[in-house]
């Protein structure tokens, strides 16, 4: 069972440890502290939720809705995530684009939140990860080796998402600069640009 568990573990970990949209969204969340215990508790229990949905197996019922409808939802993710870019990207030329870490935590948590869901559901590989490939692996598991396979995935995403919402603070004394703060939108407007470019030749929009 312990083996199981490390199985999840080591996959859930190796597919969300890339640099993507909704990692980007959280470590910029943490160096601004703002809402960062929502943030993570957000991403790590949606990342356990499709996860579960996965494992119960009906990903099946459901991967032919994901095939049938993909290239529609790489192309709503592609328009939007390009959206994003480009207010980031805008705020690098602004005047006044170095953030106040401290008048920045005014900010409402549901208009947070509901970026942060668009980021996270909008995205057909986060169900092609989680729902569709860890449902998959999970089938070679059984009783309570399957619920050991779940637990070790999911507890990968909460170690993963506060270990990068609240490790964003180490970086808090840098981002102090404005120049620091410039180039951090500029390298999130880039991780989005290219995000999208992927996800619209995904969906063959382009």
Request: overall charge positive; aromatic content about 16%.
């Amino acid at each position: 069972m312990i083996s199981s568990f490390f199985t999840g573990f080591f996959l859930g970990i190796s597919l969300i440890v890339a640099i993507g949209a909704q990692n980007t969204f959280v470590l910029r969340q943490g160096i601004l502290g703002q809402h960062v215990f929502y943030v993570a508790l957000f991403c790590a229990l949606a990342d356990a939720l499709l996860i579960c949905i996965g494992i119960t197996g009906i990903s099946f019922f459901l991967n032919n809705f994901i095939v049938q409808f993909s290239n529609l939802l790489f192309l709503f993710s592609a328009i939007w995530l390009a959206g994003y870019g480009l207010i980031r990207l805008k705020a690098v030329f602004k005047s006044d684009s170095a953030l106040e870490i401290d008048s920045s935590r005014s900010k409402d948590l549901i208009p947070t939140l509901s970026i942060l869901f668009i980021l996270t559901f909008a995205n057909p590989h986060v169900y092609l990860d989680t729902m569709i490939l860890i449902g998959s692996i999970s089938q070679q598991f059984s009783g309570d080796h399957k619920i050991a396979f779940a637990f070790g995935a999911s507890l990968a995403s909460f170690i993963f998402f506060f270990s990068l919402a609240y490790g964003a603070k180490l970086l808090i004394p840098i981002m102090q600069s404005p120049n620091s703060w410039r180039k951090l939108d500029f390298l999130i407007a880039v991780v989005m640009f290219i995000i999208s470019i992927k996800l619209a030749y995904a969906g063959q929009w382009l």
